[in-house]
């Protein structure tokens, strides 16, 4: 019976995450990208962890200098003595003064020497992990495809009789040209590192592991950032293969004829949109629902895309939503979100760690244009915003999103077709009456039960949040153009609240 190798940390938790537990030791593994993408920093993290297990570590440089390497190190906080360098420098090494020869070299020999150079430094070190930097080097060495893909079946066959595991760096500038591919059949996994520029904002990486024998890896692509300290790998957001998932108990908002309109409030463990053009109420719903999760003690989460915090606070305080208390007590969490510099891989694991770290039980996120404006591929965005609100699901957590419809009267569309993965639709409305602009509110769906199918009357100014009766002298609020056949009495204007 085969025994599989034992498996070892990359030294980067979200790559071990994406990778179920690390990579199988003793083997050959690509890490492949164009310049800039991550690889020496990866490459680093790799070997530290080598080395903070007590491993012998080795760092073979073709491409940069001892001083270039610890540069990069250095960047990051760490330094390159913990393990060792190998600086082969080609004019000094292969063509150096010491061995200088009446008739130059061929292309051969300098590639047969360079090669001896690297098993011998192996042989001296006697390392567990080694770092081959990088392939393109000995691409332009060879000369040749027949005689490149040959020494590198010699380096893995070298490898292969000692407990050695092997990253071979490759950042592309010959082998996309040249169409060469064949390294990914040679080694035993392929990690593919990509860098994106986009036409405003930060650069966008991402990370794909293309192939790894014998593992079950999360496929697909996978956002990244670099930062102080290395590499933050977001593994892509999927949800589990769980069938059933129990629905929690109802949520209230503090406004008894708003739940009534929910049959009893939304289900933990669903998620609600809120869509209606500007002004009309969305955030303020969405924020008196949490106001009265964290009431209860319970942790919420607000992620706001368009408007400042400091804005949001004042005019939640304006109707009678007393925020401040509740983020000093650490139930309430507002969270500023830049799309221009933050990738939805990222913006996914933020949620993950919310939910798993700080037990949040209400999400919102505000709104779904901001969301939209970091990614511009549609298509993906539903894809990712389904993968989240299932994960989110599983966790019992009641999510909120806020879609704002373009336009402000008559027709009106949202800028996303994301409504079919939502539980429940709440749609808001501006209507005419008396000669003064009000508001209304009905649902239009909601899978986890009954619900009112009136529209009513909604209202927020400094007494809150308030829903009035049936409006069922109007016809046609839905199509934003409603006509009012019944008596000229106000309608919110003089009751009290929840009346």
């Known amino acids: 019976m085969i025994e599989h190798p034992p498996t070892i940390a990359s030294g980067n938790e979200g790559l071990d995450e994406i990778l179920r537990g690390g990579l199988p030791a003793h083997r050959l593994y690509l890490l492949e990208g164009a310049p800039g993408s991550g690889k020496t920093t990866l490459s680093l993290q790799f070997l530290r962890e080598g080395a903070l297990r007590g491993e012998r570590a080795l760092y073979v440089t073709l491409s940069e200098t001892k001083e270039e390497l610890a540069v990069v190190a250095a960047s990051h906080g760490w330094s390159i003595d913990d393990f060792d360098v190998f600086e082969l420098s080609m004019a000094d090494e292969v063509l150096g003064i010491e061995r200088e020869q009446s008739v130059l070299h061929s292309w051969e020999m300098e590639l047969g020497e360079t090669i001896k150079l690297i098993e011998a430094e192996v042989d001296r070190v006697r390392p567990c ?65 990509e860098r994106q520029t ?22 697909g692509f996978h956002d990244f950032t670099i930062r102080k300290g290395g590499l933050d790998i977001y593994p892509r957001l999927a949800a589990s293969a769980r069938d059933h998932v129990a629905l929690g108990d109802p949520i209230a908002s503090g406004v008894p004829e708003l739940d009534a309109l929910m049959g009893g409030g939304p289900l933990r463990g ?14 303020a719903i969405a924020l008196q629902y949490a106001s009265a999760a964290c009431a209860r003690g319970e942790v919420a989460v607000l992620y706001e895309f368009d408007e400042r915090i400091n804005t949001l606070l004042a005019r939640a305080r304006a109707f009678g939503l007393e925020l401040e208390a509740y983020l000093n007590q650490g139930l309430l969490i507002i969270e500023q979100i830049d799309p221009a510099e933050l990738s939805p891989g990222e913006f996914a694991q933020r949620v993950r760690r919310r939910v798993q770290a700080d037990k949040a039980q209400v999400i919102v996120i505000d709104s779904l244009n901001g969301y939209l404006a970091s990614m511009p591929q549609e298509q993906q965005l539903v894809l990712q915003m389904h993968e989240m609100l299932s994960f989110l699901n599983e966790h019992g957590v009641a999510t909120f999103l806020i879609d704002p419809q373009q336009g402000l009267m008559g027709a009106m569309q949202s800028s996303v077709s994301i409504s079919y993965v939502a539980d429940a639709v709440l749609l808001l ?38 829903v009035g009766g049936p409006l069922v002298d109007f016809h046609g609020v839905l199509t934003g153009t409603p006509s009012y056949t019944g008596e000229r009495s106000p309608l919110l204007e003089n009751r009290t609240r929840g009346a």
Do not use: W
């Open 270 to 283: 669903t998620s609600t949109l809120i869509t209606g053009p500007a002004g009309t109420g969305k955030t």
């Open 129 to 193: 992990r080694v770092v081959f930097d990088s392939l393109s080097e000995m691409r332009l060495l060879a000369q040749d495809p027949l005689r490149y893909r040959r020494q590198v079946l010699a380096l893995k066959q070298f490898f292969a009789g000692r407990e050695v595991t092997v990253l071979l760096v490759d950042d592309l500038t010959a082998s996309k040209e040249n169409g060469d591919t064949h390294l990914h059949s040679l080694c035993h996994g392929v990690i593919t590192l």
């Open 429 to 466: 409305r501006f209507f005419e009456a008396d000669g003064r602009i009000r508001k209304a509110i009905s649902v239009i769906k909601n899978r986890a039960g009954a619900h009112e199918d009136t529209l009513r009357e909604l209202r927020v100014d400094s007494r809150g949040v308030r």
């Open 198 to 219: 986009l036409e405003f904002g930060a650069a966008r990486r991402r990370l794909q592991v293309q192939k790894l024998r014998g593992v079950d890896f999360v496929a």
